[in-house]
């Protein structure tokens, strides 16, 4: 990928998870990139595929989180690993998360079935784990998570370890 390129990539992902996508215009992303607008449109067609470019990347990055918690067997570590995800994620991931939010309140699209393989994962860790309400335990497990995200992304939280633990303690103890 050409230097260009992937500073158009940043730009537009900095300027879409602060500004939001409608409100992002391509000649906007241009002037950060330091590029001319029409080379945006040379490499990517328009501002949807450059949004669909970033969300792939963006995904494909996160894949190699979610899938150390796929292919692990011990229910004990499923339920360690998705607790520690959201403490584990580089600033960059953190970055894409803040953009994935802001499109999902932007354009009131979420598209969480890339998660269905983690979801039933963590239930069936439960369920291994003998837990009375798996399916239920799965769905609070993931909004704590969710909101943990948020936190994080907003600086909200002042001991980060001290909730992980926290978390931890409560679901492996």
């Not at 996508?21 to 449109?41: D, P, Q, R, W, Y």
């Not at 609070?140 to 926290?166: P, R, S, T």
Request: charged content about 25%; aromatic content about 10%.
């Amino acid at each position: 990928m050409t230097e260009k390129k992937r500073n158009i990539i940043d730009a537009a992902a900095q300027l879409f998870s602060s500004n939001g996508f409608s409100a992002t215009s391509t000649s906007k992303i241009a002037e950060k990139a330091g590029v001319s607008e029409g080379l945006i449109f040379r490499h990517f067609g328009n501002k949807s595929a450059l949004l669909d470019t970033i969300l792939a990347e963006g995904e494909q990055r996160l894949k190699s989180y979610y899938s150390d918690i796929v292919f692990e067997s011990d229910p004990r570590e499923v339920l360690r690993k998705i607790i520690e995800l959201p403490f584990v994620l580089t600033a960059e991931d953190l970055e894409f998360c803040r953009l994935q939010t802001k499109l999902a309140w932007e354009m009131n699209a979420t598209n969480s079935s890339h998660l269905k393989p983690h979801f039933l994962k963590v239930e069936l860790a439960f369920k291994k784990l003998g837990v009375d309400n798996p399916k239920m335990e799965t769905d609070v497990l993931f909004y704590l998570i969710e909101g943990i995200n948020a936190a994080l992304l907003n600086a909200k939280i002042e001991d980060a370890d001290a909730v992980k633990a926290f978390l931890i303690n409560k679901y492996l103890s």
